[in-house]
């Protein structure tokens, strides 16, 4: 199943699941794009395929690639979509958002300067706000800062998992993403991902030109109702994060942040067993954060 690489061009990986209406929007606005080499990679984890999707790849055969698969997870969807992808730039999406027409030739044009982009995200939802520190990873606290909605072109620790361009090889040679880093909401997915691709010495630029609108769709997606769960999640994959690429000396710090958070849940909730499950978390992160990553599609990848 491995794709013929191409010499040029960008493949848009947008894993989805239960957001027909949103994906629908989003590969509209991808299809009237300015440039002209570029796949549309959709990994539909959903309950049920999406019919109007399949009838848009009908009408644009070889633009349009839609898969309805059998595993869950956004890490595990973005190493299927890299998997299959034929050219050599890696552009990744969420499902529900909008974009202009120059959005791919800003990645590439970035890319060109660099070895990976990443692209400015403007939250419709209101949600998110920007704390400064845009892109940067606080190694003390085990912290990225997000803060994609600013204007200008400068180098970052990190890029924002829902508009980021890769090129396939780095992918490849990191062995891509983690899917340890797999349960709950995923989170810190793609910030690990760029830890290593820094530590290797790669470079990640930011451009603001780059640009698209989130929607943040209210379901779907990664979204983890469960408190307790949501906790145990954030726990293990940032203890990961904290095994890998903090130092040993930043590592209590970082260790006492986690747990204040875990405290603040459970105070929330009123639940005194969510910190149990928070320090269960944080063991088990932090012992998977000792070994190497897992891609369950790297034989494809050639990696």
Known sequence: M????QSSGVSVIIPTYNRAGYLENTVKCLLDQ??????????????EPNGKIKDMQNAHPGRIKYHFVDFRGLPVARNFGASIARYPLL?????????GRDFLKEHVE????????????????????????????????????????????????????????????ILDELGGFDEQLNVGAALHEETDFFLRLRRRGYRVLYNSRAALDHYGAPSGGCRTPDVGKYVWSLAHNRSLLIRRHVKWFQKPFAMGRLMLLILSYARSARSPAIISRGLAGMILGYNTGARNVHNSFSKRTGS
Do not use: M
């Open 2 to 5: 491995t794709a013929s690489i």
């Open 34 to 47: 300015s440039v002209n080499d570029f796949e549309i990679i959709i990994v539909d984890q959903s309950d």
């Open 91 to 99: 552009t990744y999406i969420d499902d529900d958002i909008k974009c």
């Open 110 to 169: 970035a890319i060109g300067k660099s070895d990976a982009v990443a692209g400015a995200v403007h939250d419709l939802a209101g949600k998110l706000k920007n704390r400064g520190k845009t892109g940067r990873f606080d190694s003390w606290l085990a912290t990225p800062h997000a803060g994609f909605d600013v204007e200008g072109s400068f180098w970052v620790d990190i890029a924002p998992g829902g508009n980021c361009t890769i090129k396939k090889s």
